[in-house]
């Protein structure tokens, strides 16, 4: 790969072609697109700049190399991306991510996005759409929501102590501390738990709880051993514990009218319908995603 600090060919070129040949070989779907964001990264220069590099023949210095080979040689061992360049692109933002905390992944986008077309009908009416982010990871929807609809004010509940001090980073580095607030609690709990106070009165419950079955252990080594467990699996023998749980926390979040956004996975669709089906709920739907998999319960509150 890389030539070792001081020795071989360091042309920006040569270096890519290396980078992108290793992670080849080590089985990374897309080795192309990863080789240039992690030479980005290491170059601190935006993916874009590398072309004009390229062409005027760039050379990288003993330390860019050095960090460089770090960093492919991890990446070859299936730590994911996102964790080697500390980021997640998620709609608009970009999102520090880490050891500890689930990488938000872009089907997700389809949800939030969703939830910011709600919260945007709350506040063209002249409200001021109250959001709730159940299981908020790193805080991508609620802080996708706070970013897209300026007028709302986003309360996102996370169980991980690790999860919840990366949402807390991302709230801050994004400057939306005023609207968005991160609360450490239990998104299960039938009584609302920490979310009392706002019990009635929620305009839009918008999660993505975990919902892998404990027999379905994901193939990728970058989910299996490093997005935390917590946000994998979703608790009894369907994984849809906490999914069923964060239905009948909504139920006691919403106001009349309220919209419930709970995403799932693709053989959950009938399951997850059901869980909204009684007297709580005036209509459960399942939405979909661009492949045409089943993707999320929706729901409105009666
Ligand atoms: C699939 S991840 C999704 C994270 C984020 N919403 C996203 O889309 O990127 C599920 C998250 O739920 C959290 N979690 C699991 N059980 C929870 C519970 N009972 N209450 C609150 N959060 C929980 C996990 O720690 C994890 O951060």
Request: with cysteine.
């Amino acid at each position: 790969m890389t030539a070792p600090a001081g020795t071989g060919d360091r042309s920006l070129r040569t270096v890519l072609a290396a980078a992108h040949h290793r992670l080849e070989a080590a089985g990374i779907a897309s080795p192309a697109a990863d080789a240039h964001l992690l030479v980005a990264h290491v170059l601190g220069v935006p993916r874009g700049e590398l072309s004009r590099r390229v062409v005027l023949g760039y050379e990288l210095a003993d330390d860019e190399a050095a960090r460089l080979e770090a960093a492919v040689a991890r990446r070859a061992e299936r730590v994911p991306l996102q964790h080697l360049t500390g980021l997640a692109p998620f709609r608009r933002l970009e999102l520090l991510v880490g050891p500890g905390v689930f990488v938000p992944r872009a089907e997700t986008e389809l949800l939030a996005g969703w939830a910011v077309e709600a919260a945007a009908g709350v506040a063209a009416a002249g409200g001021e759409p109250l959001v709730v982010d159940l299981c908020t990871g790193s805080g991508a929807i609620a802080l996708a929501v706070a970013d897209e609809v300026p007028q709302a004010r986003v309360v996102a509940v996370e169980l991980g102590a690790d999860a919840v001090a990366w949402a807390r980073r991302n709230v801050e580095r994004l400057g939306l501390g005023a609207r968005v607030e991160v609360r450490a609690g239990d998104a299960a709990r039938a009584d609302a738990g920490v979310l009392a106070d706002v019990a009635g009165e929620v305009d839009i419950v918008a999660a993505n709880p975990p919902y892998i079955p404990p027999d379905a252990e994901p193939v990728e080594p970058e989910v299996r051993d490093h997005d935390p467990a917590l946000a994998l699996y979703g608790g009894g023998d369907d994984g849809l514990a906490v999914p069923r749980a964060v239905v009948a926390t909504a139920a006691r979040l919403l106001r009349p009218g309220g919209l419930l956004l709970m995403e799932h996975g693709e053989l959950q669709g009938a399951a997850t319908r059901a869980f909204a089906s009684g007297p709580d709920w005036a209509g459960a739907r399942t939405e979909r995603d661009l492949t045409g998999r089943d993707r999320a319960l929706v729901a409105v509150r009666s």
